[in-house]
């Protein structure tokens, strides 16, 4: 068992930055691939970027490549999602999910992901 939990949204102006984290309690951290999604109102839920169990492959949706930046801190159970030049667009709630891995890979269907956070509103006003 894995226990996820988000923190770090809020408001902010288009253009400026956010660091979202996720904070796991359980067994074997650094077994489990880690992934944001985000789900906006009438829309389904998204990947926006994985890490690999040792950060070393990533993936990020084209709508965030360039601005978005993910990584993992394996000895304090926590990944993180920076994110910078926000659009209006980006505006959603963000899940953290974990998905447990024998390999070194990444995965980006969330049907893959097997725990998942409560989730955290990130508002980008325009």
């Known amino acids: 068992q894995v226990q996820l939990v988000e923190s770090g949204g809020g408001l902010v102006q288009a253009g400026g930055s956010l660091r979202l984290s996720c904070a796991a309690s359980g067994r074997t951290f650094s077994t489990y691939i880690m992934g944001w999604f985000r789900q906006a109102p009438g829309k389904e839920r998204e990947i926006v970027a994985a890490i690999s169990r040792s950060d070393d492959i990533t993936y990020y949706a084209d709508s965030v490549r360039g601005r978005f930046t993910i990584s993992r801190d394996n000895a304090k159970m926590t990944v993180y999602l920076q994110m910078n030049t926000l659009k209006a667009d980006d505006t959603a709630v963000y899940y953290c999910?974990?998905?447990?891995?024998?390999?070194?890979?990444?995965?980006?269907?969330?049907?893959?992901?097997?725990?998942w956070g409560q989730g955290t509103q990130v508002t980008v006003s325009s």
């Open positions: 999910a974990a998905s447990y891995a024998l390999v070194t890979r990444v995965r980006t269907r969330a049907a893959e992901y097997d725990y």
